[in-house]
């Protein structure tokens, strides 16, 4: 069984830093890559970036691009975001979720086999 939990969301202020971690049961990153996502009630489930097994490359929406970062950390079972710049409209629970093995970037929600419980981040004006 595959368990994702995410931490370090909370409130702050915009033009902030945040960092988001994801950590996993076992040993799970290798070979599937991880990705993380957001969402607003009443709208769809977002992408925002991913990475691959290896580390050796990534994938941002456009959305976040130069404000996002994920590495991840497969010794500790952990993947990370860093989120600088932060907007009010980035209000949203983030959720990490692990890649199906067959994809080496994937984008969407249903190229993602297993999920977090997300954790809410909210960004005020």
């Known amino acids: 069984q595959v368990q994702l939990v995410e931490s370090g969301g909370g409130l702050v202020q915009a033009g902030g830093s945040l960092r988001l971690s994801c950590a996993a049961s076992?040993?799970?990153?290798?070979?599937?890559?991880m990705g993380w996502f957001r969402q607003v009630p009443g709208k769809k489930r977002e992408f925002l970036a991913a990475i691959s097994w290896n580390a050796a490359h990534t994938d941002y929406a456009d959305s976040v691009k130069g404000r996002f970062t994920i590495s991840r950390d497969n010794a500790q079972n952990r993947v990370n975001r860093e989120m600088t710049s932060l907007k009010p409209e980035d209000t949203a629970v983030y959720y990490c979720a692990r890649g199906q093995g067959r994809f080496y970037l994937p984008v969407g929600p249903n190229e993602y086999d297993y999920w977090g419980q997300g954790t809410q981040v909210t960004v005020s004006s």
């Open positions: 076992g040993r799970t990153f290798n070979p599937f890559a």
